[in-house]
Structures are given as C-alpha cells and as structure tokens.
C-alpha cells in the first residue's frame, strides 16, 4: 500500500487497503482481474500512460529501464489477444526502438509514445 501511496500521492483512497481493494474489485469477486485494474487507473484522473509509468517506475528515479519495461510488457501483454502479444525475449529490440535519446532509458515522453502507438488509452 505504501507503494501506490508513493506513486499516487494525491490518492486518499490508499490510506485504508481493504477499502482500496474493494473499491477496485469492481464486481466482488474477491479479486482484481486486468479490466478492473485498468478502470482503477482511469478513476485516478491520470492519463494512462503516466499511471503505467508511475507504477512500473519501481526504483522512482523517473525513469524506466530495461526491466521494468519488460514488466510492463508484461502487463501489457494480460490485456492483448493472444495474436497481437508483445514477444518478451525481443524486449531489448523494442526497448532500443522507443529510446529515441539513446540514453538506455525510457522516459515519459517515450512511454507515452508507445502506449499511444499501440493501445489505446
């Protein structure tokens, strides 16, 4: 919990976990599957692209690297069919693709760029 409070501060939702658990479980299953998660997302009032940043932005240095973009492949991955699916062991290719400052990481701006080119927000 105190990882989404840190990714999203202005979130006073995170302050108790069942109630943020129960109100992104949307139909009461007693899980949150992707489509609940992505709705979850999109009641932050945070444009997609910097929730996925935030969120996958696991050492929170404002950048993405190799390996959490591999994570959010993943991620990715969970809401495509099955034909349009990121292959994972060409992540490296895709990731030197997005790097357009060829800085060996990935910014916002090159996330966002992506996200926009391939699902739609």
Known sequence: MKLLKKRF???????DPDALFDSIDFDGSGDIDINELEKAFQTTQMPYAEAIFRL??????????REEFKEILLFLNCRLPPNEKFMIEKSDVLFDNLDEDNSGTLELDEIRHFLSSTVAE
């Open 9 to 15: 501060p202005n979130e006073h939702r995170f302050d």
């Open 56 to 65: 996958f932005d696991k050492d929170h240095n404002g950048i993405i690297d």
